[in-house]
């Protein structure tokens, strides 16, 4: 018999077929970070007291409004803080990760563990 496409078995299951913590961690993945150049962003900063804008584009190897668009929906979350200052006439643009970023990105990492976990059961 073929193996069947159609809605989950049980409602404990979530959409890949996963039941327990796992279904929900599959459907309930924080959007803020999930794009990659935001967990790129979070990632990097959660390693290290603060990074500038530019150690940001090097290190992710991107473009300036592409850090400017991720870094603003992350410090509208309140995940990441930036501090604006000039060393000398050079404007500097220096980002830290908040607490509430660390707690985020510590249940990221978790929703994604269980995913893998329940993936590699199966």
């Known amino acids: 018999m073929a ?3 159609a809605l989950p078995k ?16 599959a459907t309930d993945l924080d959007q803020v970070i999930h794009p990659r150049m935001r967990l790129g962003i979070v990632s990097a ?24 668009v991720h870094a603003r929906k992350l ?3 309140h995940y990441i803080a930036c501090t604006k200052s000039f060393d000398g006439r ?9 607490p509430a970023g660390r707690r985020a990105l ?4 978790n929703h994604m563990e269980a995913l893998i ?3 590699r059961e199966r």
């Open 75 to 77: 410090e509208e979350a």
């Open 3 to 5: 193996k069947s496409n």
């Open 117 to 119: 976990q329940a993936t």
């Open 10 to 25: 049980s409602k404990a299951e979530g959409p890949f077929g996963v039941a327990g913590p796992a279904a929900a961690s």
């Open 90 to 98: 050079i404007p500097k643009t220096e980002y830290r990760i908040t």
């Open 45 to 68: 900063l959660a390693v290290t007291e603060s990074l500038t804008f530019n150690d940001l584009k090097k290190l992710l190897n991107t473009t300036d409004g592409n850090i400017s």
């Open 106 to 109: 510590e249940r990221y990492l």
